[in-house]
């Protein structure tokens, strides 16, 4: 072997052992043995990952405007859609319909499987939404999603950089659309956003306050009983079959239901966006960073 290729391969060897040493595990999330593993750089900025039935995870290049698929039976990543409305955060229905935060005119989308998108919403009380920007759907339909002001550079001629609404909220939209109202109000940036399997509880992060809250979802969709769940922000957020809710930013910080921090994953980027639980077992975690995504083997998993 080539002696330079040798070194090569020993100092990745040791990087992915120093990199799997240093995640802390106390809560017993992650598979024995697991590493990460980088399956595609070179990327802009990638974010929103969403996972369909079959346990394919589509995520966006923001800043190139598309969205691709990550095939859980090959691990093949393709181009899904190009002029993808800036898609940041996304959600799947059960019928396979793809809901987006589709930043560039800052309005809700569905997609179907073919691509093809149809604007849900793109305003409230007669002005733009600052940018929507997560998502969630609860078990029972309507939708959660989150509007903070982000300036974007491809707002140019299109929006002022200015905040449109009175403030940074988070929203709901119910199932068949006639219905939807601010749920908070006393937020300083809302980002990340996602609820538990049985609809019952919501967690909204507060990334301008570094905080993230639980609330009690009612019936009709309003919020009640809001709680500080942990003193750490984040940006994208998922949750898994045992309630741990994994948060994002620094690596990948795992707190249980109860807000203890149980586990930390180191990812070698500046920062972590998002994460997903995808394949059909729903045990490998994909998490998008920067110009890459990487996934990683849990021995506990996401919520279907």
């Given at each position: ?7 090569c ?7 992915t ?13 992650v ?12 990327f802009?900025?990638?974010e929103?990952?969403a ?29 899904f859609?190009e ?13 396979n ?12 989308w569905s ?26 759907v609860?078990?029972k ?5 989150t509007?903070?002001l982000?300036?974007?550079?491809y ?26 109202f601010r749920v908070?109000?006393?937020?300083v940036?809302p ?8 609809g019952?509880?919501?967690?909204v992060?507060?990334i ?10 009612r019936?009709?969709?309003y ?15 998922t ?12 690596g990948?910080?795992?707190f249980?239901?109860n ?11 500046k ?17 998008t ?16």
């Amino acid at each position: 072997m080539n002696p330079l290729k040798h070194a090569c391969l020993i100092t990745a060897l040791f990087a992915t052992q120093s990199l799997f040493a240093q995640i802390e595990d106390r809560g017993g999330v992650v598979a024995r043995n697991a590493e990460l593993v980088k399956v595609q750089d070179g990327f802009s900025f990638t974010e929103g990952p969403a996972v369909n039935r079959m346990g394919d995870v589509f995520f966006t290049d923001q800043p190139n405007n598309k969205i691709y698929k990550w095939s859980a039976g090959s691990g093949n990543i393709t181009l899904f859609k190009e002029n993808a409305g800036r898609s940041n955060g996304m959600y799947f229905l059960l019928n396979n319909t793809l809901i987006t935060c589709a930043d560039e005119k800052n309005e809700l989308w569905s997609i179907d499987q073919d691509g093809n998108e149809t604007v849900i919403l793109s305003g409230f009380k007669s002005k733009l939404l600052n940018g929507p920007n997560d998502l969630w759907v609860r078990p029972k339909g309507g939708l959660f999603f989150t509007d903070p002001l982000y300036p974007r550079e491809y707002w140019e001629g299109i929006r002022t950089p200015e905040m449109q609404q009175d403030g940074q909220h988070v929203y709901y939209v119910s199932e068949d659309r006639s219905e939807f109202f601010r749920v908070t109000d006393d937020l300083v940036k809302p980002n990340g956003i996602v609820g538990t399997p049985d609809g019952k509880y919501l967690f909204v992060s507060d990334i301008g306050a570094n905080k993230t809250y639980k609330y009690e979802i009612r019936e009709d969709g309003y919020l009640t009983n809001k709680t500080l769940f942990c003193e750490k922000g984040s940006d994208g957020m998922t949750i898994d079959f045992k309630g741990n809710l994994y948060l994002t930013g620094d690596g990948v910080t795992v707190f249980n239901r109860n807000g203890d921090q149980v586990a930390h994953i180191p990812v070698p980027a500046k920062w972590t966006a998002n994460v997903v639980f995808g394949a059909l077992d729903r045990k490998t975690l994909f998490i998008t960073a920067m110009d890459a995504v990487y996934t990683l083997q849990m021995k506990t998993r996401g919520v279907w």
